[in-house]
């Protein structure tokens, strides 16, 4: 399973992106997928857990962080998951990987990076 992540830029506070994560290969395998972000050094929290979203569609697991203003979506049809985030804030700003969970291991991608300035 390979994994790639687009849709990061460099946007204002209280602007929305949404992130898209294209799943080629083995795409029957995969069960769960995930958002996770890895802040800047600096930051508090590192290589957060954003969201779950299972094969069927249920979201997981949010951060109480992103409650409301993140929202996990996957199309099973195209292979793709999404992460809608609206309200963007400063501290959003990280490089944000799917995850995606298959019998056979777990597979990452290479990350799109979120930039947001006040």
């Known amino acids: 399973v390979q994994l790639v992540e687009s849709g990061g830029g460099l946007v204002q506070a209280g602007d929305s992106l949404r992130l898209s994560c294209a799943a080629s290969?083995?795409?029957?395998?995969?069960?769960?997928m995930s958002w996770y972000r890895q802040a800047p050094v600096k930051q508090r929290e590192l290589g957060e857990l954003?969201?779950?979203?299972?094969?069927?569609?249920?979201?997981?697991n949010y951060r109480d962080s992103v409650k409301g203003r993140f929202t996990i979506s996957r199309n099973n049809a195209t292979s793709t998951m999404y992460l809608q985030i609206t309200s963007l804030r400063t501290e959003d700003t990280a490089v944000y990987y799917c995850?995606?969970?298959?019998?056979?291991?777990?597979?990452w991608g290479q990350g799109t990076q979120v930039t947001v300035s006040s």
């Open positions: 290969g083995s795409t029957f395998s995969i069960n769960l």
């Open positions: 954003v969201a779950t979203i299972t094969a069927g569609g249920r979201a997981l």
């Open positions: 995850r995606a969970y298959t019998s056979q291991g777990n597979y």
